[in-house]
């Protein structure tokens, strides 16, 4: 899960999937996040994130942001994209179409080649960070749907 800084929507996503990885009892699949800036790095997610979290029980709290990297390439068999922006910058580190085809917009999930962007709420209030938190429950719900059928997404 890919966003800017690392703070607000990647660690809302890696969460909420992660959640639902646990209650499926599903073990084998990793989830991490990161951002394509170094703006954050070493902190913690965004306050109203935390929250946004909390309130649908899931614990934010041990989030530390880092920066996106090469290496996350051959860590990672998929990864997904908060926004065009952000997928473009992802693109641009990817050293071969393998690597490409790895990279996708995590609303794809939802309307498949629409190519819509997860909205960054930093800028918002609490409204935001829940229509955030709703779109990417959604998301991950497809996800979940995928791992369960194919065993892979």
């Known amino acids: ?80 994209a908060m926004d065009s922006e952000n997928y473009s910058d992802i693109l641009y580190q990817a050293g071969n179409e393998d690597e490409k085809q790895k990279v996708k917009l995590i609303l794809n999930e939802i309307e498949p080649e629409a190519n819509l962007s997860v909205p960054d709420p930093w800028f918002g209030g609490e409204k935001d960070f829940e229509k955030v938190f709703n779109m990417l429950d959604k998301a991950c719900d497809i996800i979940i749907e995928k791992i369960e059928t194919n065993n892979e997404v």
């Open 1 to 80: 899960m890919v966003c800017l800084g690392n703070i607000c929507r990647s660690p809302m996503a890696k969460a909420i999937l992660l959640k639902k990885l646990d209650e499926k009892n599903i073990t084998w699949v990793e989830v991490d996040s990161a951002g394509t800036s170094d703006y954050h790095t070493g902190g913690k997610a965004d306050y109203r994130t935390m929250e946004s979290g909390k309130k649908h029980g899931i614990d934010l709290s041990n989030h530390r942001a880092r920066q996106f990297s090469r290496r996350d390439f051959d860590m990672f068999d998929l990864i997904y």
